[in-house]
Antibody
Framework: QIQLVQSGPELKKPGESVKISCKASGYTFTDYAMHWVKQAPGKGLKWMGWINTYTGKPTYADDFKGRFVFSLEASASTANLQISNLKNEDTATYFC??????????WGQGVMVTVSS | DIQMTQSPASLSASLEEIVTITCQASQDIGNWLAWYQQKPGKSPQLLIHSATSLADGIPSRFSGSRSGTQYSLKISRLQVEDTGIYYCLQRYSNPWTFGGGTKLELK
């Protein structure tokens, strides 16, 4: 069956970096785009952007340009999100999602990233 | 950016009641709209795609409709398991945008 399994929770200090992963299984990884969505504690969903899993080209929403990097390990069917120079406001759950909004969308379980000194 | 104005922000309804949630798009997005339900601590679950199409495995009491740039999600007979937060999502143009969410509780 199709699954997106994300890495575990992270506790980081301001200024540090974090890399979270999203491992896909049950389908051909390069056939579907991978999107990233942020949800701050008690808040709504915010689309961060997506990565073309065939070409590796990322597209970022304006609020996520600069410190955020989407990348792939296509041979491992894995998409990664790296956040550098972490700030308190980066504290959130980050979801990966395969082609959200389409009938065949799938989401990871989410990764909680906590930034605290 | 396309703004999705979702209403109401919260809603309390009784079992078997009809519930309607709406999203108003700031510009034409065609049928590029989806509805999600999110339970606490869980990932969002797709309910409706392409504005009016029921996602696989979703009960038929959920339905979506469109009137111009206003989109609606209707739950025809509210059940206990329908509590949660509902979001609309437009994927017509970048950046994709979610509505602010509607928290649905049982009265």
């Amino acid at each position: 069956q199709i699954q997106l399994v994300q890495s575990g929770p992270e506790l980081k200090k301001p200024g540090e970096s974090v890399k979270i992963s999203c491992k896909a299984s049950g389908y051909t990884f390069t056939d579907y785009a991978m999107h990233w969505v942020k949800q701050a504690p008690g808040k709504g969903l915010k689309w961060m952007g997506w990565i073309n899993t065939y070409t590796g080209k990322p597209t970022y929403a304006d609020d996520f340009k600069g410190r955020f990097v989407f990348s792939l390990e296509a041979s491992a069917s894995t998409a990664n999100l790296q956040i550098s120079n972490l700030k308190n406001e980066d504290t959130a759950t980050y979801f990966c999602a395969r082609s959200p909004g389409y009938n065949s969308d799938y989401w990871g379980q989410g990764v909680m990233v906590t930034v605290s000194s | 950016d396309i703004q999705m104005t979702q209403s109401p922000a919260s809603l309390s309804a009784s079992l078997e009641e009809i519930v309607t949630i709406t999203c108003q798009a700031s510009q034409d997005i065609g049928n590029w709209l989806a509805w999600y339900q999110q339970k606490p601590g869980k990932s969002p679950q797709l309910l409706i795609h392409s504005a009016t199409s029921l996602a696989d495995g979703i009960p038929s009491r959920f339905s979506g409709s469109r009137s111009g740039t206003q989109y609606s999600l209707k739950i025809s007979r509210l059940q206990v398991e329908d509590t949660g937060i509902y979001y609309c999502l437009q994927r017509y143009s970048n950046p994709w945008t979610f509505g602010g969410g509607t928290k649905l509780e049982l009265k």
